[in-house]
């Protein structure tokens, strides 16, 4: 069985980090792009960042652009994201997923996603 399992998650004051982990079991995780994606209740999920297969090519959206990094150790069949800087407005569930190749962060291109982790972000 194919499976993404996200951990990591949790309650963090504004301006600390976070590494959130997505682990793959039941298949080899090398062979795919990597996407993380979040979503506030009530609102539809969006892109996050991805990391590309053969040459760890990442991309990120501008919001979180020069404050997450994401990274992937194949030997561990897992994706990770760095969260430093950590603002309210990232308060929202996380998701990774696998794709062929990062593109935009259209969903229905993604498959096997995880259950999710929550990232809180108060004072």
């Known amino acids: 069985q194919w499976q993404l399992v996200e951990s990591g998650g949790g309650l963090v004051q504004p301006g600390g980090s976070l590494r959130l982990s997505c682990v793959a079991s039941?298949?080899?995780?090398?062979?795919?792009?990597i996407g993380w994606f979040r979503q506030a209740p009530g609102k539809e999920r969006e892109g996050v960042s991805c990391?590309?297969?053969?040459?760890?090519?990442?991309d990120y959206v501008d919001s979180v652009k020069g404050r997450f990094t994401i990274s992937r150790d194949n030997a561990r069949n897992t994706v990770y994201l760095q969260m430093n800087s950590l603002k309210p407005e990232d308060k929202d569930n996380y998701y990774c997923?696998?794709?062929?190749?990062?593109?935009?962060?259209?969903?229905?291109?993604?498959?096997?996603w995880g259950q999710g982790t929550q990232v809180t972000v108060s004072a």
């Open positions: 039941g298949f080899n995780l090398s062979y795919y792009a």
């Open positions: 997923a696998a794709t062929a190749y990062c593109s935009d962060y259209v969903q229905s291109v993604y498959d096997n």
């Open positions: 990391i590309s297969s053969r040459n760890g090519n990442t």
